[in-house]
């Protein structure tokens, strides 16, 4: 990875939405060999996907709730099954599998309680794999961004600050 395609990365995780003549400018290149290594990029899997990220208070979900998961047997057919109903359930944002003595971490954001605790009871009521369910509602937000540091890609290629 060299210094250019970092700072492309860099770029593009900050607003997706550059044109190749604007990443161009702000990485110091052509728009030409922008895009050739956007293409490059996406075609690696290096960058994943591009997206909009929208306001969840904005589209009427301002209700924001971390979750937490505990199943009985800890089983890989009892995870599957689990994720299957989350991956289902529009109001979870972000699921994760987690080590320790949870099961899985959501992310969830509602319209109200009411619509909480509906999604609560078709996705752990009614399930006997999972023991105990906590949540957390989100009263503050201090850091959220969706950016992944490219500091060691810097290190390797030798870049530097």
């Known amino acids: 990875m ?55 208070a904005k589209l009427g979900r301002g209700l924001k709730a971390l979750i937490t998961v505990t199943t009985r047997d800890h089983t890989r057919r009892d995870r599957d099954a689990l994720a299957k109903s989350i991956k289902a359930e529009p109001a979870i944002s972000s699921a994760y ?9 959501l992310i969830g954001n509602f319209h109200d309680m009411v619509e909480y605790q509906e999604v609560c009871d078709r996705l752990f009521d009614g399930d006997e794999k999972v023991v105990r369910y906590t949540t957390h509602f989100i009263s503050e937000t201090y850091k959220d961004q969706t950016a992944i540091p490219c500091d060691i890609l810097r290190e390797q290629a030798g870049a530097g600050g």
């Open 2 to 56: 060299d210094p250019l395609n970092i700072r492309i990365i860099e770029a593009l995780q900050k607003r997706g939405n550059l044109t190749h003549a604007e990443l161009a400018d702000i990485v110091g290149s052509t728009p030409s060999t922008c895009l050739r290594r956007v293409r490059e990029l996406r075609k690696s899997g290096v960058l994943a996907q591009s997206t909009y990220l929208a306001s969840a």
């Open 97 to 105: 599998g987690v080590t320790g003595e949870l099961d899985a971490i």
